[in-house]
Nanobody, 120 residues
Framework: QVQLVESGGGLVQAGGSLRLSCAASGIIFSINAMGWYRQAPGKQRELVATITSPGSTNYADSVKGRFTISRDNAKSTVYLQMNSLKPEDTAVYYC??????????????WGQGTQVTVSS
């Protein structure tokens, strides 16, 4: 059984910074892409950033230049450094990983979510 556990959310003032972490554990053969998504109240879940195993990144236009995604493959961990936070960044942030959990299968796994609240 694979688990993704997020940490690092909280309350911060506009202009501040937070760093989210997400560690994968369990029976893991390999991990392809990992990413962060967010869901604000009354809105659909949206992509924030993704990173491939070799390190190629992709960002939502709304966070480009402010957020940085990175990963430590040895620790099966993905990070999201969030700078210059805005009230509109307030949401529950979810970690996602495409994980090989048997010799033949990859599955999408999600973390439980961590709340990020940015006050104006």
């Amino acid at each position: 059984q694979v688990q993704l556990v997020e940490s690092g959310g909280g309350l911060v003032q506009a202009g501040g910074s937070l760093r989210l972490s997400c560690a994968a554990s369990g029976i893991i053969f390999s991990i392809n892409a990992m990413g962060w998504y967010r869901q604000a109240p009354g809105k659909q879940r949206e992509l924030v950033a993704t990173i491939t195993s070799p390190g190629s990144t992709n960002y939502a236009d709304s966070v480009k230049g402010r957020f940085t995604i990175s990963r430590d493959n040895a620790k099966s961990t993905v990070y999201l450094q969030m700078n210059s936070l805005k009230p509109e960044d307030t949401a529950v942030y979810y970690c996602n990983g495409e994980i090989q959990d048997t010799r033949y299968t990859y599955r999408d796994y999600w973390g439980q979510g961590t709340q990020v609240t940015v006050s104006s």
